[in-house]
């Protein structure tokens, strides 16, 4: 009988640590060894981000919450002097991508990668694309004014260029 109590006792001390541990804030570092998958569901309800060894699954489609909207995945190197890769995938066929930096009046937009290739740099004010490079069109423009290629001055010039 007093087995039954003992492991009576035991459970509901289990079952209300369990209890404890849910919603619990923690201020400082927190270190977790092991093996584990963490899932932090948004408080809006929608979205998550996952994290599962070296990749993070952020967000999810609007449409299907089993789709996670950007992947984050680090690749180690396979030895020392090899060469690690850090990758980035959006999960929707077209997308933009857009680096932006902190400033007094907001966010500025520094580089913009969008779905067509098209890659711009923008001054530091971040009111305008000063380089763009764009490889669907062939062509490289600074300040608005296309750069010619060698390929294009002797299509222009017929040739004349050496």
Do not use: E
């Not at 580089?111 to 380089?131: E, H, P, R």
């Amino acid at each position: 009988m007093k087995s039954k109590l003992y492991f009576a006792i035991a459970l509901s001390l289990l079952v209300s640590a369990k209890c404890l541990a849910q919603d619990q804030r923690v201020d400082g570092n927190l270190t977790v060894t092991g093996t584990s998958v963490l899932n932090s569901q948004s408080t809006s309800g929608s979205g998550s981000v996952d994290f599962s060894g070296s990749t993070i699954y952020f967000g999810s489609w609007t449409s299907d919450d089993s789709q996670p909207g950007i992947v984050f995945n680090y690749s180690d190197a396979l030895s020392s002097n090899g060469t690690s890769t850090f990758y980035s995938f959006a999960n929707r066929f077209n997308n933009v991508w857009v680096w932006q930096k902190n400033s007094s009046t907001g966010a500025l937009p520094m580089m913009q990668l969008d779905a067509s290739n098209k890659l711009a740099l923008f001054s530091t004010s971040g009111t305008a694309s000063v380089i763009v490079l764009d490889p669907v069109q062939g062509q490289i423009s600074i300040n608005g004014q296309s750069l010619m290629t060698t390929s294009a001055a002797n299509a222009t010039y017929q040739g004349h260029l050496r």
